[in-house]
């Protein structure tokens, strides 16, 4: 989670307010609508944060959804909302990295934010196993952690068949005949 400074105009008097988001809607915000006229086309998200368009999608419209920080055009822009801005954040990097423009910081920080996702991963398969009593089948697990974390990212059946198979591994969870799965007391 990332924390942003927030203004909004509202009736005439100026508000700060944090704004807590995931890393990947920060990079977006600080990559594409921070400094400039506040608005970003969905070519211009892909090409600066190096997202696929799925995953340029499902940011934005989170951000347009759950924050109310962007509004969707017709055009498939994304523009700040009426009398919101974000306030210029100086270093998103510790202080003592060599370079510490947004750009340049993508590469890290989308590995931390693909470590964060895993470990959510892991959470909501350990979870979901230990509450069962029955060994579940992968697809009934894979439905599960789409439920849990499903609202914070896009949940990809791969990441999560290999998340499963890494559980099993490591002797947390064994595979039971026919794809099933149960958690190793």
């Not at 890393?23 to 921070?34: D, R």
């Amino acid at each position: 989670m990332c924390t942003l400074l927030r203004t909004s105009l509202v009736g005439g008097c100026v508000e700060h307010h944090e704004l807590q988001c995931g890393t990947l809607q920060a990079i977006v915000l600080l990559s594409c609508f921070n400094d400039r006229d506040g608005v970003a086309t969905l070519a211009n998200v892909i090409s600066q944060c190096s997202l696929s368009r799925g995953e340029a999608l499902a940011v934005l419209h989170s951000l347009s959804g759950e924050h109310g920080i962007l509004e969707e055009r017709l055009d498939m822009s994304f523009v700040l909302s009426e009398g919101n801005s974000l306030n210029r954040v100086h270093s998103v990097a510790p202080p003592n990295a060599p370079d510490s423009s947004p750009m340049k910081m993508t590469s890290p920080i989308l590995r931390k934010m693909l470590d964060d996702q895993k470990n959510c991963i892991d959470s909501a398969l350990m979870t979901t196993i230990k509450k069962s009593s029955a060994p579940l089948s992968e697809v009934s697990l894979i439905a599960a952690v789409e439920k849990i974390v499903g609202k914070r990212f896009v949940v990809q059946v791969k990441v999560v068949k290999d998340r499963l198979a890494i559980l099993v591994d490591k002797e947390y969870v064994e595979e039971c005949e026919g794809k099933h799965y149960k958690y190793l007391a």
